[in-house]
């Protein structure tokens, strides 16, 4: 979704970002400021401002600073475009998007109306919760026998459903309110005539939030021994348990000060362990870790710790969160997990042993990579050929599920020697099983050749370093790096141009290839590819020349821009990269700015004279059509990034015969670049529609 730079100008004039601020930190007047303890940072004297007059925040201690879509951002965890939307709304604007029909608009706007109502009703209901657990002696006796203090359950707003089937009526006065069905908080019987009663009743309640703060949802506990132990509200427009997490509101504050991100099991650890010191925690939501979850909490912090008890129960919800961890165990990210004696729970453990102990244990917890192992040799005998073997078959899906990096690459050397195989042996045997597995998707050729079962070729490297549009880039990948046995691997002859390198093939008769003759002749073996048409030529200005004068006169196209992008633009040579870079950052600080304004934020910068030269002159301007300008960015990130692809082809190309994963690494490259020239070639279809 795309906002223009207009409206975000226009939001920001009709907000005040001390009424945003103040909604998450205390705020006192101050001179022409308002002063608070800083959100980002533990002090014990305030020295976070907010300027009403700049409608900016600024800490003097960390130096966090920004406006209050930057401030939701960062302080709530939300994307720009959600944080946008949740202003938005607050002041009454429609957030504008050309590129969607006026009747989906209709409908989101009728879903955030109805998101907005239904929170509301959840909110009502914890304000009933809460005066009720003050009216109740046996709840309040159930929190302080578990330890809880009066902070703490004010804190996590904790509350108390009494007993009967109907006490909502008193809170509702239109009991039958389809709202109190929907939010999960009444249910209907469909075997008693459409009989209605509370869900949770003579129960302990946990309210549930969102980054935000809203209620969404409850979770309630039985005071007794009476089951369900817990009960959980539904799933609803507001509520899905596979996105949320306990606790999260409460903590994320805690989560940046502590550098982790404590993961447990119940709503009750989360309380007790911030009762006892350990204010970081958060829960699911009685289903398992999901990689939504993961994601979420990775906004927050570089380190996530799994808790769980060491019986059959918690090795099993563990072997789960590892499933949603791994895709985003990038090399910079600490997972970890760690397991309790069977007997103990967080608040158990904590009790009996200290905190230092259980810090002590948190410390040592076990780390991604070796839980991964443990868990590919999970009913394996590795002094045995099939406990190995079936090992490695355990593994595959596994170590194919993480990011490619360091991490990634070190597993797969453990993994073989553990299998007591060579990695390139093991990473052979995955590649054939994935190659079986996947299914086989007949390939386009270009007008004029002739068709061939798919099977026969798969697309290779071109070494010119160029794009292409000719006929399909045989063989499966060149001849020197080992082409699996099956795939037809003709060399490249001179005359086939990106070819040249690899030497020329010997003549091939094929009665499929038909050129504009007839059947191709052996003396047309060295002919050269008929002419094939070219994109257009690119400005005599190089691309990244190009690329900055778009976004920095039209900055709110980076949100559209992937994380390929991003690299992508960031891994140009300075001063390019580190004006992406800053760039980049602005826009997460503050959100979309204009040319104006992003040049006084650049002065004394290291990058301030590059790009007031790129702004400055008639060649800097970037005016037009949105959608054009856009469509002229996707074609020349699309292009940086195969003239990438390609050059780090070309090395993997050489270090094949030593790097036993340069082969995997190849293909999953050649897909990529695959991708990236057929995007080019949309740009290009649509360019030319447009003009005929």
Known sequence: MSIPQSFIQELLSRIDVVEIVGRYVQLKK??????????????KSPSFSVSPSKQFYHCFGCGKNGNAIGFLMDHAGMGFVEAVQDLAQQVGLQVPDDDISPQEKERAAAARQKQATLTDVLEKAADAYRRHLRESQR??????ARGVSGTVAKRYSLGYAPEGWRSLASVFPHYDDPLLEESGLVIVSEDDGGKRYDRFRD???????????????FGGRVLGDEKPKYLNSPETPVFHKGRELYGLFEARTAIREAGYALVTEGYMDVVALAQLGFPNAVATLGTACTPDHVQKLLRFTEAVVFSFDGDAAGRRAARKALDGALPHASDT???????????????????????????????????????LIEAASDGCDLATAEGRARMASQARTLWTALPDGALKRQLLGELAQLTQLKAQDLSDLWGQAAAREAPRVPQQQPAGMGQRPAQQYSPAPTSSGAMHDGPPDWGDI?????????????????????????GKPPFRKNPDWKGSGGNWKKKDRDAPWPPQPRLPRTPAVSRADHAARLLLSHMAFLEDLTHDDHDALCAQPAPHGTLFAW???????????AWAVLRESLRDHECEAF????MTGSHAQTEGDLAELRRELRDLLCRMQIEAIEEQQKVLVLQAEQDPTALDRYRAMEQKRTVLRATLRDGLDKNLSKTS
């Open 611 to 614: 790009a007031v030269k790129m």
């Open 139 to 144: 709840a309040i006796g159930y929190f302080k």
């Open 478 to 502: 060149p001849p020197d790096m080992g082409a699996p046995s099956g795939h037809w691997q003709p060399e490249p002859a001179g005359g086939y141009g990106a070819y040249a390198a690899y």
């Open 583 to 593: 760039l980049e950052a602005q826009f997460h600080e503050h959100g979309p700015q």
């Open 203 to 217: 129960r302990v309640m946990f309210p549930i939030r969102n980054v935000k703060g809203e209620c969404i949802g």
């Open 333 to 371: 990210r600490s997972i970890k997990f760690l397991f309790l004696p069977a007997e103990h729970d967080p608040d158990s453990f904590i009790r009996e042993h200290g905190t230092d102990a259980f810090a002590r244990h948190v410390s040592d917890a076990v780390p991604l990579s070796r839980f």
């Open 30 to 43: 101050g001179g022409a400021n308002f002063m608070g303890l800083c959100p980002f940072h533990g002090e």
